[in-house]
């Protein structure tokens, strides 16, 4: 088990470019979510993937936010036309079961991509 | 709504000296709660997590916590604090996603 990658760790990006990050869950987990964590900020939901289905997305995820699981494994969050306000850190994290995440599974993070946008 | 509430934001105290992290919760049933740690640029940690039972929780690092329901606390502490300790430490609560308080800096003074 070698937990949740993700990958790039750290991006500089123009205001106007595309961006796409990776995460590759813990092997096995059906559940992988992805949050946002500004400066000084607790992480904040964006989505949410059960396999290869997107389930759940928070308003925070606006038209230019895009996230797929296309094979129940890895993910890619893509940010299009970047703006300054999306310079943060994305974390991606995984848990085990089915169901709701109320049914008391655990969830573990990644150690997050940053995003600069200059 | 589920809603989290660190009120400290910056917390000091001595190496060796005891800890109090206090987290509120606002949640109409019973709640699922977690303490994790977040070091500089880095992912977070779990530290302990309380779904039902036994009200104090132990969890890594010397850390527990207590789960107060008549004050809708859930605060997390630690009896001697190394500097190692020194982190951001997020309260969160669950139902259908994970909410996150806005954080607790612990600076350790040698």
């Known amino acids: 088990d070698t937990g949740v990658s993700q990958d790039p760790r750290h991006k500089i990006t123009k205001r106007g470019q595309n961006v796409t990050f990776r995460c590759d869950p813990i092997?096995?987990?059906?559940?992988l979510y992805w949050y946002r964590q500004t400066l000084g900020q607790g992480p904040e939901f964006l989505t949410y993937?059960?396999?290869?289905?997107?389930?759940?997305k928070s308003r925070l995820l606006s038209d230019r936010f895009s996230a797929e699981r296309p094979k129940g494994s890895f993910s890619t969050l893509e940010i299009q036309r970047t703006e300054q306000g999306d310079s943060a850190m994305y974390l991606c994290a995984s848990s085990p079961g089915t169901g709701t995440l109320s049914s008391g599974n655990t969830i573990y993070f990644g150690e997050g991509s940053w995003l600069t946008v200059v | 709504a589920q809603s989290v509430t660190q009120p400290d934001i910056h917390i000091t105290v001595s190496e060796g000296a005891s800890l109090e992290l206090r987290c509120n919760y606002s949640?109409?049933?019973?709640?699922?709660l977690f303490w994790y740690v977040q070091s500089p640029g880095q992912g977070l940690q779990l530290l302990l997590k309380?779904?039902?039972?036994?009200?104090l929780v132990q969890g890594i690092k010397g850390f527990e916590a207590e789960f107060k329901r008549s004050q809708s606390s859930f605060n997390l502490r630690k009896p001697s604090v190394h500097w190692s300790d020194a982190a951001e430490y997020f309260c969160a609560v669950v139902n259908n996603d994970m909410r996150f308080g806005a954080g607790t800096r612990l600076t350790v003074k040698p």
């Open positions: 309380y779904f039902s039972g036994d009200t």
């Open positions: 092997s096995e987990h059906n559940r």
């Open positions: 993937f059960q396999n290869e289905a997107q389930l759940e």
């Open positions: 949640y109409g049933a019973t709640p699922y």
